[in-house]
């Protein structure tokens, strides 16, 4: 999703680069906590002693095995700190310019100004902590020999809108600024058609409908997305039943289509669990365990992911004016759970 150009329906939230640090280089920096300053969390105690670290990447390095006190390993950041001398390593930074790679790439439509590519699931969109290559990025930069716009900066070059790691289906990306440009500008009016497949635990009710609310981060955990009473943004999901599998009136699980009207992190996944009718698969939105027999139909396709596709895109191209519109079929592992889905009774 991708009201900000980059606030797609899709995740990440890369830190940027570390610079300037001391110890930068691949060194360390060494803090020593007097009993006055014991008590509060490891992590937060820190990161106020060292400004030019972020807490998330002191986190990020004490998970990693990074942080000793008194030549003893500490490895957890929300225990409690303790007088000592602390000692962070800090590896050099890696460089911020992804690199191109040549990896599989399904390209639906592309011209001088523009690709259209149906992405793989498990194929993150751009490098972030702990995804630094691999990614549609790195795959298009080699597709494209380079000819990406720059607008997205050096780590998301082209990149207008996002997909979840683990969403598949239809992205565009702007090989030039006016077309990044031009793409932005159709995602903030809303003038995108996107519509996603979703597999579903159990059915939303009614069978057709839009759900609106605001979304923003959890109060209870930063991690995930969740709908709010006040701030956040606004978010609008428009979403139909379009086949329904298991006993009626209450089916065990459904095929919905989500059209958006805007474009939030996570907007389709927080909407269908606030619905009570989460994808199927899905890792953090999924909460509690769908009935035995789709369960079952889940461990045989093999699906490890949420069931959630990107199925049509279209627009308006921006410099051409000709008018676009891109459909895929949901790929083997969803296809495979909606057929064992469709034989529930």
């Known amino acids: 999703m991708a009201e900000d150009a980059d606030d797609d329906i899709e995740e990440f939230g890369a830190e940027p680069p570390q610079t300037g640090l001391p110890g930068a280089d691949g060194g360390s920096v060494s803090v020593l906590l007097g009993p006055d300053e014991a008590g509060g969390r490891l992590d937060k105690t820190l990161a106020a002693r060292l400004p030019d670290l972020s807490r998330s990447r002191i986190q990020a390095l004490i998970a990693e095995g990074a942080l000793t006190r008194d030549g003893a390993p500490s490895a957890d950041p929300s225990a409690k700190a303790a007088p000592g001398l602390y000692v962070l390593a800090t590896p050099a930074p890696k460089p911020a310019e992804p690199e191109a790679q040549d990896l599989p790439l399904v390209v639906l439509y592309e011209d001088d100004d523009l690709i259209v590519v149906d992405k793989a699931a498990g194929m993150a969109v751009h490098p972030a902590p702990g995804v630094e290559d691999g990614t549609l990025v790195n795959a298009l930069l080699h597709h494209c020999a380079g000819g990406l716009s720059g607008i997205g900066g050096v780590a998301r070059p082209g990149i207008v809108h996002r997909l979840d790691k683990d969403t598949s289906g239809v992205m565009v990306a702007a090989k030039t600024d006016r077309a990044h440009a031009g793409l932005?500008?159709?995602?903030?009016?809303?003038?995108?058609?996107?519509?996603?497949?979703?597999?579903?635990?159990?059915?939303?009710?009614?069978?057709?409908?839009?759900?609106?609310?605001?979304?923003?981060?959890?109060?209870?955990?930063?991690?995930?997305?969740?709908?709010?009473?006040?701030?956040?943004?606004?978010?609008?999901?428009?979403?139909?039943?379009?086949?329904?599998?298991?006993?009626?009136?209450k089916p065990l699980a459904a095929r919905v289509a989500c059209r958006l009207e805007t474009g939030r992190t996570h907007q389709i996944r927080v909407h269908l669990a606030a619905k009570g009718a989460p994808c199927l698969g899905d890792p953090i939105y999924g909460s509690g365990a769908p009935a035995g027999p789709v369960r079952e139909a889940l461990a045989a396709s093999g699906l490890r992911r949420q069931a959630l596709h990107a199925a049509v895109l279209g627009f308006v191209h921006p410099?051409?004016?000709?008018?676009?519109?891109?459909e895929t079929p949901p790929p083997a592992d969803m296809a495979d759970l909606e057929r064992r889905l469709s034989t529930l009774s």
């Open 319 to 326: 410099v051409t004016g000709k008018a676009l519109r891109f």
């Open 184 to 249: 932005s500008a159709l995602f903030a009016a809303h003038d995108i058609e996107r519509i996603y497949l979703a597999l579903t635990r159990g059915a939303p009710h009614p069978a057709r409908g839009t759900i609106e609310t605001r979304i923003g981060r959890s109060q209870h955990d930063r991690k995930k997305m969740a709908v709010l009473r006040s701030g956040g943004r606004e978010a609008v999901t428009h979403y139909a039943v379009e086949r329904s599998f298991g006993p009626q009136p």
